[in-house]
Nanobody, 126 residues
Framework: QVQLVESGGGLVQAGGSQTLSCAASGRTFSNYAVGWFRQAPGKEREFVATISRRGDSTYYADSVKGRFTISRDNAKNTVYLQMNSLKPEDTAVYYC???????????????????WGQGTQVTVSS
């Protein structure tokens, strides 16, 4: 198993930046692909970004492409989500998730992930 803890959320003004962190503990982190998802009130959880287990492949939702960057440091067992040019519609609870894999592919569906963090709130004011 792997345990995930998100941090870095908070209140930010539109146009600003924020970096989320997802710290993992447990089994070998480099064997897991990691994704970021978000869920706004009254909406379903949606895919934001994902990174392969070695960090050599990334994939983004169209809504964040060019504004968000996902990265990872396997030596620190941490995945990051750098968010720039934030918009009020980015307001949501952000979750990181992990799935064990030997492949270097993108996982974009909620159901593909086995482990989830507790989430961190990001609020973008207009």
């Amino acid at each position: 198993q792997v345990q995930l803890v998100e941090s870095g959320g908070g209140l930010v003004q539109a146009g600003g930046s924020q970096t989320l962190s997802c710290a993992a503990s447990g089994r070998t982190f480099s064997n897991y692909a990691v994704g970021w998802f978000r869920q706004a009130p009254g909406k379903e959880r949606e895919f934001v970004a994902t990174i392969s287990r070695r960090g050599d492949s990334t994939y983004y939702a169209d809504s964040v492409k060019g504004r968000f960057t996902i990265s990872r440091d396997n030596a620190k067992n941490t995945v990051y989500l750098q968010m720039n040019s934030l918009k009020p519609e980015d307001t949501a609870v952000y979750y990181c998730a992990a799935v064990w894999t030997l492949a270097s592919i993108s996982y974009i569906n909620v159901k593909e992930y086995d482990y989830w963090g507790q989430g961190t709130q990001v609020t973008v004011s207009s």
